[in-house]
C-alpha cells in the first residue's frame, strides 16, 4: 500500500480530506485564499502557524504578486494579528531581483511593474532604462499602471531595435478578489507585448517555475521532501511541489474546490486534501492541543 492509500484508509476520504499525519521541517504557504482572504485570517491560520513556529519547525510564505514587497507583506500578516518577519516572505519582487542578479547583473531592464519591483531592482544596483536602445531585458509585471507608452518602449526594444528579451515575473492570468472578482494579472501584459512584437516570454520566476522554489528552498537550507507546500491553486503552488517531488497539500479555502479536485486527473492532484489549513497538524495532536473548529483562527 502507498503512503496516500495508507493516508486515504486513515482518513477514510470523508469529503475527500487527506491529512498528514506526520510533521514536517519546513512549511511553505501560499498567502492569499490559504492563510487569509483578502483583509480577514482564515479559520485555523493565526494557530496553526504559532504552532509551527513554536515547534521550531521552519515557515515561509510566498506570494507571485509583485506589487507588494516582503515588508508590506509582513506589515499585513502583523497587522491581521499574525506578526510575521520580512525574512519569512518570498515573492516575485524578492525572484525577479535573485534571478537578474544571478543571471544577468550588468543587464539594462525596464520594468514594466509597479513601484515595489522597481524599488527592490533599484536598491539592489540593477540598472533600469525607458530608452529602447540601451535595454537589454524587458519585465512585464502585475502593473496596474499599464499604459501604451509602456507597451510602445517594450516594442521598440524587442522588435525594432531586436536586442531585448521579455521575461514575466509570474504567470498569472488574473489576480482573484473576494467575492469571486478579479483584475487583470502579469499574462496579460505578457500577451500585449507577444502580440505586437512576435517574442515569446522566456522566463517566469514565479510560480510554478523551480526558479522561485529554488530561491525558498535556498533560504530555509532543507530539502524540499523535507517540506510541504500548501496553497489553494493547483496550477500554481501545487503544481510546483509536484514538479519537485515535493510533499503539496490543497487547501479548500480560495480557489480550488472539491468538485474541481475531483475532475482532475490523479497527476495533478497533491498528496493531502485539507478543508482548512490547520489540517495540516495531525489530528493527534489536534487532541494532544485540545484543538477544536470552533471560533479559531
Known amino acids: 500500500?502507498?503512503?496516500?492509500?495508507?493516508?486515504?484508509?486513515?482518513?477514510?476520504?470523508?469529503?475527500?480530506?487527506?491529512?498528514?499525519?506526520?510533521?514536517?521541517?519546513?512549511?511553505?504557504?501560499?498567502?492569499?485564499?490559504?492563510?487569509?482572504?483578502?483583509?480577514?485570517?482564515l479559520p485555523g491560520a493565526k494557530r496553526l502557524v504559532e504552532k509551527l513556529r513554536e515547534l521550531g519547525r521552519r515557515v515561509v510564505f510566498l506570494s507571485n504578486n509583485p506589487t507588494k514587497d516582503p515588508e508590506m507583506y509582513a506589515e499585513k500578516l502583523t497587522?491581521?494579528?499574525?506578526?510575521?518577519?520580512?525574512?519569512?516572505?518570498?515573492?516575485?519582487?524578492?525572484?525577479?531581483?535573485?534571478?537578474?542578479?544571478?543571471?544577468?547583473?550588468?543587464?539594462?531592464?525596464?520594468?514594466?511593474?509597479?513601484?515595489?519591483?522597481?524599488?527592490?531592482?533599484?536598491?539592489?544596483?540593477?540598472?533600469?532604462?525607458?530608452d529602447p536602445e540601451e535595454i537589454d531585458i524587458v519585465i512585464a509585471s502585475y502593473d496596474r499602471t499599464f499604459e501604451y507608452r509602456k507597451l510602445q518602449i517594450a516594442f521598440d526594444a524587442i522588435w525594432f531595435h531586436q536586442r531585448a528579451r521579455l521575461v514575466t515575473t509570474n504567470p498569472d492570468r488574473y489576480c482573484p478578489f473576494p467575492g469571486g472578482r478579479g483584475e487583470p494579472d502579469a499574462a496579460a501584459i505578457v500577451g500585449a507585448i507577444e502580440g505586437c512584437t512576435g517574442a515569446k516570454c522566456e522566463v517566469n520566476v514565479g510560480k510554478p517555475d523551480p526558479i522561485m522554489l529554488?530561491?525558498?528552498?535556498?533560504?530555509?537550507?532543507?530539502?524540499?521532501?523535507?517540506?510541504?507546500?500548501?496553497?489553494?491553486?493547483?496550477?500554481?503552488?501545487?503544481?510546483?511541489?509536484?514538479?519537485?517531488?515535493?510533499?503539496?497539500?490543497?487547501?479548500?479555502?480560495?480557489?480550488?474546490?472539491?468538485?474541481?479536485?475531483?475532475?482532475?486527473?490523479?497527476?495533478?492532484?497533491?498528496?493531502?486534501?485539507?478543508?482548512?489549513?490547520?489540517?495540516?497538524?495531525?489530528?493527534?495532536?489536534?487532541?494532544?492541543f485540545g484543538w477544536t473548529e470552533d471560533g479559531v483562527q
Open 79 to 130: 497587522r491581521l494579528g499574525l506578526p510575521t518577519p520580512e525574512d519569512e516572505i518570498v515573492n516575485t519582487v524578492v525572484t525577479m531581483k535573485e534571478w537578474l542578479l544571478q543571471n544577468h547583473p550588468d543587464a539594462t531592464v525596464f520594468p514594466i511593474s509597479e513601484e515595489p519591483l522597481k524599488k527592490a531592482l533599484r536598491e539592489a544596483g540593477i540598472k533600469i532604462s525607458e
Open 214 to 288: 529554488k530561491t525558498i528552498m535556498d533560504m530555509v537550507g532543507l530539502d524540499a521532501a523535507e517540506c510541504v507546500m500548501t496553497g489553494d491553486r493547483l496550477y500554481t503552488e501545487i503544481r510546483m511541489a509536484l514538479d519537485a517531488g515535493m510533499p503539496g497539500a490543497v487547501v479548500l479555502t480560495g480557489e480550488t474546490t472539491a468538485e474541481m479536485l475531483r475532475d482532475e486527473p490523479e497527476e495533478n492532484k497533491p498528496e493531502y486534501v485539507l478543508d482548512r489549513i490547520d489540517r495540516l497538524v495531525p489530528q493527534r495532536m489536534w487532541d494532544e
Open 1 to 41: 500500500m502507498t503512503a496516500r492509500e495508507e493516508n486515504d484508509s486513515a482518513t477514510g476520504e470523508a469529503g475527500g480530506i487527506r491529512a498528514p499525519d506526520r510533521l514536517y521541517e519546513g512549511y511553505v504557504f501560499d498567502l492569499d485564499g490559504t492563510i487569509y482572504l483578502g483583509d480577514d485570517l
